[in-house]
Antibody
Framework: QVELQESGPGLVKPSETLSLTCTVSGGSMTSYYWSWIRQPPGKGLEWIGYIYYSGGTSYNPSLKSRVTIAVDTSKNQFSLKLSSVTAADTAVYYC?????????????WGQGTLVTVSS | DIQMTQSPSSLSASVGDRVSITCRASQSISTYLNWYQQKPGKAPKLLIYGASSLQSGVPSRFRGSGSGTDFTLTISSLQPEDFATYYCQQTYSSLTFGGGTKVEIK
């Protein structure tokens, strides 16, 4: 059974960089895309971006200038960096596996981690 | 960008009711449409992929239909564990989620 677990600071200061890691267990990262999604408190889901196990990336155009997603298959981890954060970036951040079938559904999710942007 | 519009944004229903949620895309997305269920404090769970394929382990009372721009998620007989928020997601061009539909107890 594939499991994903997000980790990282729960509090980030405005203008700084948010950094999170997702650790994958119970399966290989090979041949899959891996994604980050966020959800502001009380609001809907927003896709941030995803990375292929070999390193290719795709980002949400609205966040692209501030987002970097990287992968380290030797550690079974992928990461998210979001720069120049503001209070609007306060959200629960989820990592997820993208199933490689054509319609690319997100079939496994982490439990999510709340990141608050505040001084 | 492809916009996904769900309706209604919320609904109240009773156990045993048949419930339908609609998702409309701003342009044709073929069947590149997935549905998720999210309960409070939990991660979303995949229910339906490719507009109409049931994810393994999901009860058969959930049914997805549609293609092009109009899609529907139907719960044939609402159960207590189905009270949740439902999201559609398009993966045809980039990736966007609908705004969600909250299903509440009447």
């Amino acid at each position: 059974q594939v499991e994903l677990q997000e980790s990282g600071p729960g509090l980030v200061k405005p203008s700084e960089t948010l950094s999170l890691t997702c650790t994958v267990s119970g399966g290989s990262m090979t041949s899959y895309y891996w994604s980050w999604i966020r959800q502001p408190p009380g609001k809907g889901l927003e896709w941030i971006g995803y990375i292929y196990y070999s390193g290719g990336t795709s980002y949400n155009p609205s966040l692209k200038s501030r987002v970097t997603i990287a992968v380290d298959t030797s550690k079974n981890q992928f990461s998210l960096k979001l720069s120049s954060v503001t209070a609007a970036d306060t959200a629960v951040y989820y990592c997820a596996r993208v199933n490689p079938i054509a319609v690319e559904p997100f079939d496994y999710w982490g439990q999510g981690t709340l990141v608050t942007v505040s001084s | 960008d492809i916009q996904m519009t769900q309706s209604p944004s919320s609904l109240s229903a009773s156990v045993g009711d048949r419930v339908s949620i609609t998702c409309r895309a701003s342009q044709s997305i073929s069947t590149y449409l997935n549905w998720y269920q999210q309960k409070p404090g939990k991660a979303p769970k995949l229910l339906i992929y490719g507009a109409s394929s049931l994810q393994s382990g999901v009860p058969s009372r959930f049914r997805g239909s549609g293609s092009g721009t109009d899609f529907t998620l139907t719960i044939s007989s609402l159960q207590p564990e189905d009270f949740a928020t439902y999201y559609c997601q398009q993966t045809y061009s980039s990736l966007t989620f609908g705004g969600g539909t909250k299903v509440e107890i009447k």
